[in-house]
């Protein structure tokens, strides 16, 4: 599964934190989503003190990262549920 589009052009916190709520609305069930929105409002309130530009860039990428390993893990489960139906 392809990253959203715009995730090159994420560069504040702020714009991570949408992207990645707007990545969760990929996964395919409520739950799943449920749980991934926890975790990333959890991860921005740990990380809201960040001040030093150098490690905010390295988390953004860092989760643009993993979000897109999630949305790969869960694509082979989308096409065979998808089957399936």
């Not at 001040?51 to 643009?64: G, S, V, Y």
Request: glycine share 4%; hydrophobic share 35%; proline share 7%.
């Amino acid at each position: 599964m392809a990253p959203l589009p715009g995730a090159e052009l994420v560069q504040t916190p702020l714009q991570l934190y949408r992207y990645l709520l707007r990545c969760c609305r990929q996964l395919p069930t409520k739950g799943i989503q449920e749980h991934y929105k926890h975790a990333i409002r959890q991860s921005f309130r740990v990380h809201s003190d960040e001040d030093n530009p150098e490690r905010i860039q390295q988390i953004i990428k860092r989760a643009i990262e993993d979000a897109n390993w999630i949305l790969n893990k869960v694509s082979p489960w989308l096409v065979s549920t998808c089957k399936l139906g």
